[in-house]
């Protein structure tokens, strides 16, 4: 019987020419005149027992660690963080946008219906969708149109996004926002908007931007049609940080301002968290407070956004704290160590 010397000896052995000379597994196996499977065997055995460790060196591995601490303070399915290319936006937007496409292609698939919001980052996305293939999707708005913003409308982006999928479309014929309640309502009670909303209440997956309330310099004014005084009244009187479907959110994600969401012409928080798939994409430093909202209040389930933005956000949870995680969720780091090849 093989002494325990013996046996680490031909461990090490192993270890040595897999790892150092970097022989295959039937090479070793040949060379120490072992099976393949027992070569195998022991390269596993030596992980369990802690006598490897596999360091991984990549540019990337700060914004891998970025999008772990994304997920691991707001329990988001997933988070992917681009990394800082240059100071031009609009470099920043285009990769954003791939990353996007990316990200909603990878979970795609036939039978899914697409509800989408209007916005630039939206549009960044729709037009860096290259799908090698047709899908049989739907693609309907969830919330009402811009007059005279045609590119980032979502009517228009609904239409682009079909195209490019190979899918259908659907528009919504009302206005992203009301004068009144009583109006909203009166559209909502309206057979053509009400199929369309109910459609997208079914939605599989969301697409929204993610925007600020700031009066000076925010689209949420060409979005809503807002006056600028009314923009500050929400940020000042309603503590308003962010904006997801038209509809304002404070740093802890709570509906504020509610008296404005009742004229939006749209889904609601609650309706839009029935959607299993919300992809939130958003960019910049200035965003970090609205994405941290967001994601606060759970109105994503993904975010994809850039390392500026990522840090802002972490700062944030540092600042006020992290949101607590539901019941049975864990702390536990995902193992960036590689799995031993089960065969050559």
Do not use: W
Not at 125 to 133: C, G, I, T
Not at 262 to 268: E, I
């Amino acid at each position: 019987m093989a002494s325990d010397y013996d046996d680490a000896r031909l461990i090490s052995r192993v270890l040595y020419l897999y790892y150092v000379e970097e022989l295959t597994q039937s090479q070793v196996a040949q060379q120490l005149g072992l099976s393949t499977p027992k070569v195998n065997r022991l390269l596993q055995q030596a992980r369990q027992q802690k006598m490897v460790e596999i360091t991984i060196r990549t540019p990337f591995q700060h914004l891998f660690d970025l999008e772990y601490r994304l997920q691991n303070i707001f329990n988001v399915a997933e988070a992917v963080v681009i990394p800082r290319l240059a100071d031009d936006t609009a470099t920043m937007m285009h990769t954003l946008g791939q990353a996007g496409a990316n990200y909603l292609l990878e979970h795609l698939h036939d039978g899914d219906v697409i509800a989408i919001s209007g916005g630039t980052t939206v549009h960044a996305v729709v037009e860096a969708v290259n799908a090698h293939r047709s899908y049989d999707v739907d693609v309907v708005p969830m919330v009402g149109g811009i007059q005279g913003r045609s590119i980032t409308g979502v009517n228009y982006l609904a239409s682009r996004l079909a195209e490019r999928l190979g899918g259908r479309a659907s528009q919504l014929y009302s206005p992203a926002f009301v004068e009144t309640p009583e109006q909203r309502e009166a559209l909502l009670q309206m057979a053509p908007i009400k199929e369309i909303l109910d459609m997208a209440r079914r939605a599989t997956i969301a697409l929204l931007g993610v925007g600020t309330v700031d009066p000076d310099s925010s689209r949420f004014i060409l979005y809503t049609a807002l006056s600028t005084e009314e923009v500050r009244q929400i940020a000042q009187l309603h503590c308003g940080v962010g904006e997801a479907n038209a509809i304002v959110y404070d740093i802890d994600g709570k509906l504020c301002a509610p008296e404005y969401a009742a004229r939006v012409v749209g889904l609601t928080f609650d309706e839009l968290k029935q959607i299993p798939l919300r992809i939130g994409v958003a960019g910049t430093a200035a965003k970090s407070k609205a994405i941290y909202g967001a994601l606060r209040g759970n109105h994503l389930s993904c975010i994809v956004t850039d390392e500026e933005a990522a840090m802002g956000v972490i700062e944030y949870s540092r600042v006020r704290g992290s949101p607590t995680p539901p019941s049975g969720t864990t702390d536990t780091k995902p193992d960036q160590t590689q799995e031993l090849p089960l065969s050559v």
